[in-house]
């Protein structure tokens, strides 16, 4: 006998486990399919009933679902609600068996019983797909002009689901919402609106797919423009209507009908000034008489904001809009203050895109005056205010409010998580390089978020900041270092980004430590005190301890000793004269402390770092096992040439001034990233990229660029030569070091260095006519003219057998865009070659490649029905274009070469080759071919 639904749900209430649980299932789960294959019909609704509430349990019930289609077709109400109520908790309308339902569902809409018909419209508007809509919606417009209020308002909601599966069905419905909505039903006006809003949504996705550039001019939105005074006329009579306890809540007469009306107006209101001025009096009135003790009041009003700030409306309306959210923050709900502020940020959005079309920023100057309560949610303990309140802050900031607003920024710095600080730091730097008053106020703000937050700065907030540093005035170049250096000191190592700019600015500027700093700001208008910032000048050797301290630490991380070994360098040159000679030397043997260190940039910064400082000095360092200077070029005795010493100098000077135009139209070019450094010399150095450094300054780590540009050539005379044929003239090694720290000059052709460390011949150049870059932050401004003897043969550096050199040789510009395409053969097979021509189209970015396939019929008789499939490995990305022809011709005469376009990225060029996998098919001579071929014999490194 089967079991009765109380008493399944009292025996799935005493299982005390999951398993116990899952047993009683499946046992009456058993039962069930037994009684349908039984036919058991006298039990077949008790079943379905049980099976809901499997389904609410979250067990299968899928074999139940042709018991619901029988069940609805049953004469006996109680079984057909139980069958319906089963099609649309069981049944969604992907499921095959729906489209069965469609006859019973039109013999129940034309059912004389009320309430067959509204089961029947109920499952039409949960259930209904595009085929059932077309089939079932004429019988569903008759209840629309039905006589009973319980029709039709299940009828407007049924219709509403019927036009979202055919919209080209809108027009036809769109003059029964004018009748009906002069029904006097609540409960059909509530759907009429519902039934509209759903019309005007779908009318505008469908006015965008056809291509309508004013969306007003629809039909259906022309239709519903009409009724505007309709709608207004029926809100204004539920504000001024009396008590009525059918559709009383909370002392507010029917709140829903409110809401519903409100989203119809702000559709029709959105971009429409006519509307828009029929509704302004109506809305006005809403806001201004609606209570707000109760949540039913304060959903309408919420509606109300959002149609002022989305209609066309009066800037007294909007500042009224502002005001009622300013007192949704005063409220102790916070799910009303989340609204509140969260609407207030949409709406100073879009207030902002009317500001540059002109319009008066009326409520943003209204929401100032709630700046004080805004800032007092940053100290909520509720996470999701304090965000919602961080996000309006920025929008709330401008050139007076600047100062007050950042401090309260970086006081919740302080508080704020962890994952969240990274995001705030990079909205203080845009804040602060927007609305900054001076420049001084700037950098002070800065230092104060990076001895905060220096952990989680982003890289390009520390660049930005070292930027800003670099641009400011020689007495903020002392203030910045004093005060940097004052916060590395009192730091204990975790604030990776305040060691990086400090370190940083130590090397420029650390001269100017040796000298006292004080500084008095203007007296305000405000009376208040004024407090002089004073700095001790400070000594080179507790200077060097300071730095030497921060490299000791077991937690400081190797970007940051690599970082130190610069500013060593940098402080061995601004201290020259000014500090005593075992500072000096103490700050070489800083420098020589990796030259064995396991990481290969310590070593190779180390060893290139010592023979700069030698060379400025005018020391020659002989080698193992030749008595040369590493540069390999002297004056003939011991001593360094002045040419070198001179490029030295130059590269240990401070940093060029960044011109900050150029570098902002590179970050609006290239996104966020500050990337710095010319094209040609991240062109010409991808192994030095890989391997994570190998520049001698490297101080583009802190930059994400790439090395510097290398230097004109220098003829024997002193005067740059002449370009001949595109060619360069052959330079000396005289020249390395302004290779590595100058700027090329416009106009002149660079040529090929030797590599100091032994790799082989000169390197690629940069191209003939290069104009100096000013992205490149650290480039020295061009090492003047100097004779060059005859190259001498250089040295291995560390310490490997010498490399006899013959004469140098120009080397080839680097014009990777000028190059031909690279043929690379593919296979032949059936009297069919096929042939990539490969090219790079975008000069800068190596890893993508054009590959244009070039069939070519070897046989007597044209070859048809061509098509090739490739396949690629996981690391590259393909987009195939179609053949231009399928039938390939015999090759040779007037006829055209067929092509296929292939256009690949390799991820990990450099590191793994492009490989094709090609499956060809054709037809030749009558015979069907299907090859398969693998081409892998793209040039290495470079595809």
């Not at 999951?18 to 609704?45: C, G």
């Not at 109400?77 to 729906?98: C, H, N, Q, T």
């Not at 060097?544 to 940098?570: L, N």
């Amino acid at each position: 006998m089967s079991m009765k639904l109380r008493d399944l749900i009292r025996k799935v209430r005493a299982c005390k486990t999951a398993s116990e649980e899952r047993a009683v299932i499946a046992k009456e789960s058993a039962m069930i399919r037994t009684a349908i294959r039984e036919e058991q019909e006298h039990y077949r609704h008790r079943n379905v009933a049980k099976l809901l509430f499997m389904h609410m349990l979250g067990y299968p019930t899928h074999f139940g679902q042709l018991e619901c289609m029988k069940l609805t077709a049953s004469p006996h109400f109680p079984e057909k609600r139980i069958g319906y109520l089963g099609m649309m908790l069981l049944l969604s309308e992907e499921a095959d068996v729906l489209m069965l339902a469609t006859n019973s569902l039109k013999n129940d809409l034309n059912s004389d019983n009320k309430f067959v018909a509204g089961l029947a419209l109920c499952a039409i508007g949960n259930l209904a797909t595009a085929d059932m809509s077309r089939d079932l919606a004429p019988e569903v417009d008759k209840h629309l002009k039905a006589s009973t209020p319980y029709l039709r308002k299940k009828a407007c909601l049924a219709m509403s689901r019927c036009l979202a599966k055919c919209p080209e069905m809108l027009e036809d419905f769109v003059d029964r919402v004018a009748s009906l909505l002069k029904d006097k039903s609540h409960g059909v006006l509530i759907t009429v609106v519902q039934l509209m809003t759903q019309v005007l949504l779908i009318d505008a996705d469908t006015a965008e797919e056809e291509g309508y550039e004013d969306l007003s001019e629809t039909p259906c939105r022309v239709a519903f423009m009409r009724l505007v005074p309709v709608l207004v006329k029926l809100l204004r009579n539920l504000l001024s209507s009396g008590y009525s306890p059918e559709h009383d809540v909370g002392g507010i007469s029917d709140p829903f009908l409110q809401v519903q009306i409100l989203t119809v107006l702000r559709l029709l209101g959105t971009g429409d000034e006519e509307a828009s001025e029929e509704m302004n009096d109506v809305l006005a009135q809403v806001a201004t008489n609606t209570e707000t003790s109760k949540n039913a009041g304060n959903a309408i009003l919420y509606e109300c904001v959002q149609t002022i700030m989305a209609i066309e409306s009066e800037d007294s309306l909007r500042v009224l809009a502002v005001n009622i959210l300013g007192r949704f923050l005063l409220n102790r709900d916070n799910n009303i203050r989340y609204v509140a502020l969260n609407t207030l940020s949409r709406c100073i959005k879009e207030q902002q895109g009317r500001d540059d079309e002109g319009a008066a920023n009326s409520a943003a100057a209204a929401l100032q005056r709630h700046r004080t309560t805004i800032v007092d949610c940053l100290k909520d303990p509720d996470i999701s205010i304090r965000q919602r309140a961080l996000e309006l802050i920025y929008h709330l900031v401008n050139p007076e409010n600047v100062e007050n607003l950042t401090a309260e920024l970086l006081n919740y710095l302080v508080l704020c998580p962890r994952e969240h600080r990274a995001d705030i730091c990079t909205r203080i730097l845009r804040v602060v390089d927007r609305f900054s008053p001076e420049d001084r106020w700037r950098v002070d703000t800065l230092i104060t978020m990076l001895t905060i937050a220096g952990r989680e700065t982003t890289r390009d907030v520390q660049s930005a900041t070292i930027v800003y540093i670099s641009r400011a005035s020689e007495d903020l170049h002392g203030y910045a270092t004093h005060k940097l250096l004052k916060a590395i000191r009192d730091d204990d190592g975790s604030q990776r980004g305040l060691l990086t700019v400090g370190i940083w600015c130590v090397g420029e500027y650390g001269d100017l430590l040796l000298t006292p700093y004080t500084y008095t700001p203007p007296a305000g208008g405000d009376g208040s005190d004024i407090v002089t910032i004073s700095f001790m000048a400070l000594d080179p050797a507790t200077v060097v301890d300071t730095m030497e301290e921060i490299t000791k630490r077991h937690t400081c991380p190797e970007p940051i000793k690599q970082r130190a070994i610069t500013c060593f360098a940098k402080m061995a040159d601004r201290f020259a004269g000014k500090a005593d000679a075992a500072t000096i030397d103490r700050l070489q043997k800083l420098v020589q402390r990796n030259k064995k260190s396991h990481s290969l940039e310590l070593q190779l910064r180390s060893c290139e770092f010592d023979a700069l400082l030698n060379a400025a000095k005018g020391v020659s360092v002989p080698s193992s096992k030749e008595s040369e200077d590493i540069f390999g070029v002297t004056d003939g005795g011991n001593q360094v040439s002045p040419a070198v010493i001179t490029a030295a100098k130059e590269a240990l000077a401070r940093m060029p001034v960044v011109d900050i135009k150029v570098l902002q139209k590179k970050q609006a070019t290239d996104g966020d990233d500050i990337d710095v450094g010319t094209p040609a010399a991240r062109a010409a150095a991808p192994a030095a990229k890989k391997s994570g450094g190998g520049d001698l300054l490297d101080l583009d780590d802190i930059f994400g660029g790439g090395g510097a540009a290398p230097a004109p050539p220098v003829a024997t005379n002193g005067t740059a030569p002449a370009a001949t044929n595109g060619s360069a003239a052959p330079k000396s090694d005289v020249d390395l070091l302004s290779d590595i720290f100058s700027a090329p000059a416009a106009g002149a052709p660079a040529a090929g260095g030797y590599d100091p460390f032994g790799m082989g011949g000169g390197a690629a150049a940069a191209p003939a006519a290069a104009p100096v870059n000013p992205m490149d932050l650290f480039g020295a401004t061009p090492a003047p003219a100097m004779a060059a003897p005859a190259p001498a043969a250089p040295v291995d550096i560390f310490g490997a057998a010498p490399v006899s050199q013959p004469a140098v040789t120009p080397a080839m510009p680097a014009a990777p865009a000028a190059a031909g395409p690279v043929s690379v053969p593919a296979f032949t097979h059936a009297g069919l070659s096929v042939t990539f021509d490969c090219t790079k189209p975008d000069t800068w970015d190596k890893q993508k490649s054009t590959l244009i396939a070039q069939f070519n019929n070897m046989t007597d008789a044209p070859i048809y029905g061509l098509s090739m499939q490739v396949a690629v490995p996981k690391y590259v990305t393909m987009e195939m274009q179609p053949p231009t022809a399928t039938t390939v011709p015999q090759t040779g005469g007037n006829n055209k070469v067929v092509t296929q376009t292939i256009k690949v990225t390799n991820s990990q060029m450099g590191t793994k080759n492009l490989m094709l996998k090609l499956k060809v098919g054709f037809t030749t001579k009558g015979t069907k071919v299907d090859h398969m071929a693998t081409c892998s014999g793209f040039p290495a490194g470079e595809y």
